[in-house]
């Protein structure tokens, strides 16, 4: 990696020298076609085509399997041959008539720089070159090979729509203004990454949103230094407060109800070319309890629904360092008769409770993640031996007791209970750290690693906003949205300029 | 807004200096006395001859 | 970001050197269920611990098999001059740490109540930071409390529990609602100069020797079974005699520690008949008062009863019948209470705390009259003032010995 | 730092520090004198203290809320101010060391003696530290984050115990001489209700400042009566000879508290909230004697303070008292004179500065 980016600094240094000249396009075409195929290095998938009419002569120039070859020729190729048909040649025309005529296919801009319009050809446009020419014309008539659109699979639910965010930022930014039919929607690009010049398009709606979050995501952007972007988990991290935090303080989903959601709470949201995942910003911690289908719903099953998520993130988090802690330091805590079976299973087990609890929740992690890297085919195969491993030869062979098997897989299915990925996988590390602080100072030790994550918590901040927001600093208006979903009803959902976060 | 990335550190003055090594100084001579096995700083000692005839003379017993 | 080092450095610090101290693994303990306490040869104190035998409890999973074929408890004795040195020298013989959290109950033979007295244990067992105070305090009657403990019950195999659901459950005809604790011992004893009484326990069939396994497989469960009696009496610390289980269940009523339900039995007002009754929600107040010299207890309850069954010549269908019942329960509760107090006069103990009573509602007067207790209450005049109602007939409104 | 806390932040903080300082002490201390007119010796102590405060408050209204320390510099000089600050420094580390020892003391007579009573004291001074280390206003908020659970801790373990309340407990009131009342709201006195003066020092900091001084007593007032009603409930639970016995009297109610015959340990729910309560006023301690260095010092941060006033709290609170019943009698005796003396050199500087501001 290192020194392919020494390498390119070299190239650019190089080329810096002599860009200025080259940049002018040619009124030779061939000329422009050859300096083009030497600065791409010759690529097997560039195509030029030129077409003579007497001696006017046109170039189109594409990368193959970006463009619709269909269309090419009826929108471009044909108006052309039968204008020049018509008129005899291009000299002969006025520079008016040429332009209105050759509107005729999908939008087209016309440039005089050769580097930008080779970040339009790579881009997937149209490249149009004229013999006696100093302008390039670019169309643009993408098409490449996408997915469709589908039921987004990291984010299922039972009610609401299945339509999920694609690899490809168009239809992503069509399938947010197919919600939100409101001029004041904004899509503002960039472009980042050095080498791979992605693009990216910060969305909000004008008016409703957050003037300082957006303020702080635009400056954030474009001061992120990179080579490289291809996903937004890298974006997110790049633009993250610094300092060390397992909580993301950037949400992503894959759903455009949510991004449409957070957009009319004032939040900001950035999509990227090449990946379904749309980030938001602010975020808050109580938001990623809050699924989509909460306001689908009826408000009294989304309440009782978004406690059972606060407890089982509870749960996956602290269930098996409460384990550790209430069998090796507080015995007298538990009532007597489950003590009495406790300690029966417990009898012949070889190793303390921290180091039981550790390996079996070790175990599952590397089944999960195994779960998620194997080939679909060995599926039934991991779900046996695993089934076999963590179930039942463990606890026959006498290895660990079968109270910490019922721990492990309680916390396993708490810790799917969460519509966000991102949060459950903080509560997946902190875990273990809570073992260890329940290992040395039993429920003591809980409660101080407790406290001081919820320091943390409370330090954090996402885009200037407080990451704990409606809890604290409290407040009281935003709490019918944050432990419980009251009624949409009781109060219409009023949307304030400063909501966001 | 461009402090997101950016750590602030400023140069000690000569009284934050000071300061410094006083705390220092007087936390390092306690925790070594203590660890020694001497009560280096007798305040509770102080404090009981001075305020134990007050509160014997208030209420007695 | 030096100071997040620092805390990374103390953290792993504390973890290293002072981590992981006062910690034990449950695989290392020895829970104990109950303990007793009887006297040893000469000056000494012997000590019955009861404790589960986890390889039993695990219940058919794991390689035991059969889950009846174990003991599902052992008892160990160990003796000594204090009953912290006692628990020391069976540190000597168990391999286990002794966790006395999960005790349930304490049980005293009726020779060390008597002879020794209880004040020495006690401080032991309140002191010990892992012994809860609410646990039962028991005497065993005409036995050691290594028999009683050593006995496998029948039902639950393990006499502690058996125990445990006598008091809490069944609540025996006793009637004492949950029991007594160390803790009202104490506080009685210490805190309000009343003398303490505490639960009786003792074997049905005083000498069957039931401790071995085998005798679970009789079908008859009387001789291993055991059974609360009536309340120790103590003075100070020293128990002197012991309530019938009437007297028992009337102290349980004047002190407000009745159970819920209690069942009674009591002659028919003519003939020889019985009544049987259900008592309901017995309330009501005991107090002293204090005129002069004369300290008069008035007992002032009422309740509510269900028959339960009837034998007398009673027409329950007429007014008068109803109201004879009602009569013939209350007069025989009254008798039943007056008589309880009668005894603790005889006795010269004031088990119901009158003397507490008569300070924390006259402290005034009691003052003056404090030194003349003895003679006070000697004297004492005893109004008792009982009305039960029927509330239901039960099942059936007439019965077989109606006089027609 | 622009430190900026809100009023809620502020009520929350006096309100634990009051509570949790000696909800599971307060029955113990105040029953040995007055048995069981304890509740009224609580009930004098909270009245006398509400008037100190208000007292303070007042004083600190007249000079428009600035920060402690720099009113101690304002109205008694340079040096005279700076002896004062220095002297405030020093009680607040005193009071954190203090408050930690009472921590461990609890952790190893109640919940596991077998364990070294330094753990517990550098595991909660890791996290004192870590927060003070991210600022006085993450304790705040983290203050208000905690408060509601705490305070439903405490309702609901009071609720628990409120079964087995018999009234005839608390018989005869008013029976003990007016003495032992007096001697047992003394030493509750120092205890909660003058220490609180230490939250004075981040009264400049609270963003509004209107009805501060009722919303501080309220906060005392409230606090307080949780205090009474904690000490009537334990004695008419346990009767005051009982409850002289203990040394954490309220956590042995709850012990013995049983809900269902499976659900009978609840007196983890008070021991968690009394942590946590405990964690607030150690945290508040310290972070005030943290601002006063800075005053001193006059910098910008005290960051640079954190790690050796720790080390010095933590050798402070094994080496002040050799044992347990050394530091309890030195609580219940000179604690409250000691910190009166404070309170009094603190009320005279305000006058005098009151005075000076006049002339």
Known sequence: ?501 | ?61 | ?404 | MNLQVSRFQFFSIVLNFIIYSSILMAPGITVINAKQDGWLSMLLALGVGLAANFLYLMLFKKHGYPSLFELMDRSAGKWIGTALNIVIVFYALHLTAMVVRNLSNFMITDVSPYSSPYIYQILILLVVAYTSYHGVKNLFLISELFTPFISLFVIGSLIVIIKHFKIIELKPFFYNPPSAILEGAYSTLGFPFIEIMLAGAFLTYVKRKDKLVSIALSAIAIGGAVLVITVILVIGNDSAYIVARESYPTYSVMRDVSLTTTFKRVEIIIGIAWIIGLFFKISTCFCVAMMGIKHLSKSKTFRGYIVPCAILVWAMSNGLHKTFIDFTNFVSMDWTLYWFTLYSFVIITMLIGLARKRA
Not at chain 1, 141 to 162: F, H, K, N, V, Y
Not at chain 3, 339 to 357: H, M, N, P, Y
Request: glycine share 6%; proline share 4%; net charge neutral.
């Open chain 2, 1 to 61: 807004m461009q402090d997101w990335k950016t750590t602030m550190k400023a140069n000690k003055t000569t009284r934050e200096k000071i300061v410094l090594a006083i705390v220092w100084g007087f936390s390092l001579y306690y925790i070594i006395g203590y660890l020694a096995g001497i009560d280096p700083f007798p305040i509770t000692v102080w404090l009981k001859a001075i305020y134990g005839p007050i509160y014997h003379t208030l209420f007695g017993g």
């Open chain 1, 1 to 501: 990696m290192k020194i392919y980016r020494n390498k390119n600094k070299q190239a650019k240094e190089k080329s810096a020298g002599k860009h200025l000249d080259k940049d002018a396009i040619s009124p030779e075409v061939d000329e422009n076609i050859e300096t083009i195929k030497q600065r791409l290095g010759d690529p097997f998938d560039f195509m030029a085509r030129s077409y003579s009419y007497g001696k006017d002569r046109f170039a189109l120039c594409y990368i193959d399997g970006m463009v619709s070859k269909d269309d090419l020729e009826r929108t471009i190729v044909y108006p052309l041959m039968d204008w020049l048909r018509e008129n005899d040649s291009f000299d002969t025309i006025g520079d008016r008539d040429f332009r209105q005529h050759i509107q005729i296919p999908t939008k087209m801009k016309e440039t005089t720089s050769l580097s930008s319009t080779m970040d339009d050809l790579l881009r997937g446009n149209i490249v149009l070159f004229v013999q006696g020419r100093r302008q390039a014309f670019i169309a643009s008539d993408q098409e490449w090979a996408t997915r469709a659109i589908s039921e987004p699979e990291s984010q299922t639910l039972i009610r609401g729509p299945r339509e999920g965010f694609v690899e490809t930022l168009s239809i992503n930014a069509t399938l947010i203004r197919r919600r939100i039919t409101n001029p004041a929607l904004r899509f503002k690009s960039f472009v980042i990454g050095k080498v791979t010049k992605t693009q990216i398009l910060v969305t909000y709606i004008e008016g409703y949103v957050n003037e300082n979050a957006l303020k702080e995501v635009i400056n954030r952007i474009e001061s992120v230094d990179t080579l490289e972007v291809y996903e937004t988990g890298m974006l997110e991290e790049l633009m993250e407060e610094k300092g060390y935090s397992p909580f993301p303080t950037i949400q992503s989903t894959e759903r455009p109800d949510v991004v449409c959601s957070a957009l009319t709470e004032g939040k900001v949201s950035i999509l990227m070319e090449g990946t379904p995942f749309v980030l938001i910003a602010p975020t808050t911690f109580m938001s990623f309890f809050q699924a989509a289908e909460d306001y689908y719903t009826r408000f009294d099953l989304s309440t009782f629904i978004r406690m059972i998520r606060f407890i089982s993130f509870w749960i996956s988090l602290a269930l098996p360092a409460t384990y550790v802690a209430l069998t090796t330091f507080h015995q007298e805590l538990i009532p007597t008769n489950l003590l009495v079976s406790l300690a029966a299973q417990r009898e012949g087990i070889p190793f303390p409770a921290l180091i039981e609890a550790l390996v079996m929740e070790g175990v599952f992690e590397i089944l999960r993640e195994a779960g998620i890297r194997m080939p679909r085919q060995i599926g039934p195969a991991v779900s046996i031996v695993g089934a076999i491993v963590i179930g039942e030869a463990a606890v026959a062979a006498g290895l660990v007791s079968p109270a910490i098997v019922i721990v492990v897989s309680l916390t396993a299915i708490a810790s799917f209970a969460n519509p966000y990925y991102s949060i459950s996988g903080s509560a997946r590390l902190l875990r273990f750290i809570l073992m260890l602080f329940a290992a040395s100072a039993g429920i003591f030790g809980m409660i101080v690693f407790t406290l001081a994550l919820f320091i943390h918590l409370v330090s954090l901040k996402s885009l200037g906003q407080p990451f704990l927001s409606p809890l604290a600093p409290l407040s009281v208006k935003k709490q019918k949205d944050a432990f419980f979903r009251f009624p949409l009803w009781w109060e219409d959902r009023k949307k304030k300029k400063k909501v966001g976060g």
């Open chain 3, 1 to 404: 970001m030096k100071a997040v080092y620092t805390i990374f450095i103390f953290t792993v610090m504390v973890f290293t050197l002072a981590g992981c101290s006062g910690r034990i693994e449950l695989n290392d303990l020895l829970l104990i269920t109950s303990v007793g306490i009887d006297k040893g040869e000469g000056d000494r104190v012997k000590l019955t611990f009861q404790a589960t035998n986890p390889q039993a409890q695990a219940g058919g999973q794991g390689s035991s098999g059969a889950g009846g074929s174990t003991n599902p408890d052992y008892t160990f004795e160990s003796e000594g001059y204090s009953v912290n040195e006692a628990v020391n020298n069976a540190r000597n013989f168990i391999s286990r740490k002794l966790f006395f959290s999960q005790m349930s109950m304490l049980v005293v033979g009726e020779e060390m109540a008597k002879e020794k007295g209880v004040k020495e244990i006690l401080d032991f067992l309140e002191r010990h930071y892992e012994i809860r105070d609410n646990y039962f305090f028991l005497i065993a009657k005409d036995s050691s409390a290594k028999e009683i403990l050593s006995t496998l019950t029948p039902i639950e195999n393990n006499s502690s529990k058996t125990i445990e659901k006598l008091i809490n459950i069944s609540e025996g005809s006793v009637g004492i609602k949950d029991g007594i604790t160390l803790e009202n011992f104490i506080r009685w004893l210490y805190g309000e100069k009343r003398s303490p009484v505490a639960l009786g326990i003792k074997k049905k069939e005083k000498n069957s020797n039931v401790s071995n396994f085998d005798t679970l497989n009789d079908i008859d469960g009387n001789p291993n079974s055991i059974q609360l009696t009536g309340l120790a009496l103590f003075n100070e610390d020293k128990q002197v005699d012991w309530f019938t289980k009437k007297e028992s269940s009337a102290w349980g009523v004047l002190t407000g520690r009745s159970a819920d339900i209690q069942n009674f039995t009591f002659h028919c007002p003519d003939g020889d008949g019985r009544i049987g009754i259900l008592l309901k929600d017995i309330k009501g107040k005991a107090v002293p008062t204090l005129k002069g010299n004369q300290l008069t207890y008035r007992i002032k309850m009422s309740g509510q009863m269900n028959l339960q069954e009837m034998s007398c010549r009673l027409k329950l269908t007429e007014e008068q019948g109803a109201n004879a019942i009602q009569t013939a329960v209350s007069k025989g509760l009254e008798k039943q209470l007056v008589e309880t107090v009668r005894k603790a006069q005889k006795l010269k103990l004031d088990f119901f705390g009158i003397q507490s009573q008569l300070f924390k509602n006259h402290p005034k007067s009691w003052e003056k009259q404090k030194d003349n207790w003895e003679a006070l209450y000697q004297e004492m005049k005893v109004k008792a003032d009982v009305q039960v109602y029927i509330e239901s007939p039960g099942a059936r409104l007439e019965n077989n010995y109606e006089s027609k």
